[in-house]
């Protein structure tokens, strides 16, 4: 945020949003623990951490809250709807996470 000029308020708006730099792989990694907000509201918690398989060599990580899971799981709905699957049939997904909540 710093090197695009950006304070937080300014991330509420499209505008702001835009400006933000598209960050590489390399980058999260290299950013570590700074890349992570340390004021999180309680009615957000708990903080969910995952990881990558690391196949390309190196892990991310990553941490979510639990309003990022809703929003998570309400665009897979939007995504389920969109692609007009039949909620009466059967849906198998494989996938791998591995979440330490902490509050």
């Given amino acids: 945020m710093q090197a695009a000029g950006l304070r937080p308020q300014q991330l509420s708006t499209q505008e702001g949003l835009c400006r933000l730099p598209v960050m590489r792989r390399r980058d999260v990694q290299a950013a570590g623990e700074t890349l992570f907000c340390t004021q999180i509201p309680r009615a957000h918690a708990p903080v969910a951490e995952s990881r990558t398989s690391g196949s390309s060599g190196e892990q991310v990580r990553v941490k979510g809250t639990a309003v990022s899971r809703l929003m998570w799981l309400a665009m897979t709905l939007r995504e389920h709807l969109w692609q007009q699957r039949d909620f009466r049939g059967r849906l198998a997904v494989i996938r ?5 909540f902490r509050d």
């Avoid at 791998?96 to 330490?100: G, H, I, L, P, V």
């Fill in 96 to 100: 791998e996470t591995r979440y330490d």
